[in-house]
């Protein structure tokens, strides 16, 4: 290269970086904070996804369903269950962790998360006890006035830790031997299915200390075998059997009530091979007085979790069938919004969201590629 050539070059590169670095340093530095969303409306999912190929760090996903956005994520524990307070103020997660990543000292925590910023407002170490089993709605939950947090635990032994949400401290461990889950009731009680078949409540003071405990009778586990995951109306809680009849149960008492069994399908349905499925599985509208149901053709014995692209709709005053629903996904966990314009959502096995518009009776749109593997989803009381 001529020299004068590669000196004018030199120049120019020199001029050039030099103008780059003063351009760089006028450039305002990045800021590091937190963004506020809106406070939540009736509508926000939250969706619980249990990360299966990462599943020691589990997320909790923030969606508006209606523009398809997602406002935001929770990180979370290993398989952490999450709930909604009634104010919608906060989302609890029940978090476990490793010193070690996948190994050395555990701990666990319950987790209080703000649902504005997204970030965590308080946190207590609670028992090394909760169920790390694959999230059920009520393995978690909360007292109607969201004073106390239940916490399901299983070592194989079960038992129910109280935090109390003031004191922001562990209020008790409650044994419920042969029994599992928590049903909240009211402000100072909920209830556990139990092995023998029957409903154990479980009443407590304001400190959150057992104050008396009853057994009813719910049904025989010799005879009747009995979903778990149940779907609550107010004071009423809806079961479904394996093969479709509604079991409720009134906790609005001194004691609970069993209701009337009913079931989803007609004799000659039954005879078509239409069955439950899903793992969340029902859901119901309050304000339309309806239940709505994962169900599918071709029922089996072994096919009850089975998803479906198919979602009936029933009325809880008749019991008749009064609406169908479909998508091309396979849904397998609904929860419908509390509101006078109620949303159905679905989460399905690909991890979208399903959003139907129930008081048109019709599919809306799908939410694509919004978690990994969902579990439930969540949305305001």
């Not at 508006?64 to 929770?74: A, S």
């Not at 078949?197 to 005879?223: A, Y």
Request: glycine share 6%; with cysteine.
């Amino acid at each position: 290269m001529n020299k004068r050539l590669f000196r004018a070059s030199g120049v120019a590169a020199v001029a050039a970086l030099v103008w780059t670095a003063s351009a760089s340093a006028q450039l305002p530095p990045d800021e590091i904070g937190t963004v506020t969303l809106d406070e939540p409306g009736p509508h926000r999912a939250y969706i619980i996804d249990t990360q299966f190929d990462n599943a020691t760090t589990g997320k909790v996903v923030v969606v508006d369903p209606e523009e398809k956005k997602m406002l935001g994520m929770i990180p979370t524990g290993y398989l952490a269950p999450s709930v909604l307070s009634h104010d919608d103020t906060r989302l609890y997660s029940a978090d476990t962790f490793w010193s070690r990543g996948v190994r050395g000292v555990r701990t666990d925590v319950l987790t209080a998360w703000d649902t504005q910023t997204l970030e965590p407002s308080w946190e207590v170490e609670i028992p090394t006890k909760r169920a790390n089993i694959l999230m059920e709605r009520n393995m978690l939950t909360m007292s109607n006035d969201d004073r106390f947090v239940y916490i399901y635990n299983f070592t194989p032994a079960t038992s129910v830790t109280v935090v109390d949400t003031e004191a922001q401290d562990v209020a008790s461990e409650i044994d419920i031997a042969g029994c599992s889950l928590n049903y909240p009731i009211g402000d100072r009680a909920f209830a556990s299915i139990c092995g023998d078949g029957s409903f154990q409540q479980v009443k407590i003071d304001d400190d959150g200390q057992e104050v008396s405990r009853t057994r009813t009778k719910f049904f025989d586990p010799n005879e009747t075998p009995m979903n778990e995951r149940a779907v609550r109306d107010g004071d009423m809680y809806y079961f479904t059997t394996l093969d479709g009849d509604i079991q409720p149960i009134d906790v609005s008492g001194e004691a609970p009530k069993v209701g009337e069994r009913w079931s989803l399908f007609t004799d000659a349905q039954r005879e078509e091979g239409w069955g439950v499925g899903g793992w969340q599985l029902m859901a119901i509208s309050p304000a339309l007085n309806q239940m709505y149901v994962l169900v599918h053709p071709e029922h089996a014995d072994r096919n009850w979790e089975d998803p479906s692209n198919t979602i009936w709709a029933f009325d809880l005053d008749t019991h008749e069938k009064v609406g169908e629903l479909k998508t091309e996904n396979y849904v397998w966990s609904l929860n419908a919004t509390h509101d006078d314009e109620p949303l159905l959502l679905g989460v399905n096995i690909d991890g979208g969201l399903d959003v139907f518009d129930l008081t048109k009776m019709e599919y809306m749109h799908t939410v694509d590629g919004i978690s990994a593997i969902p579990a439930l989803v969540l949305s305001s009381h």
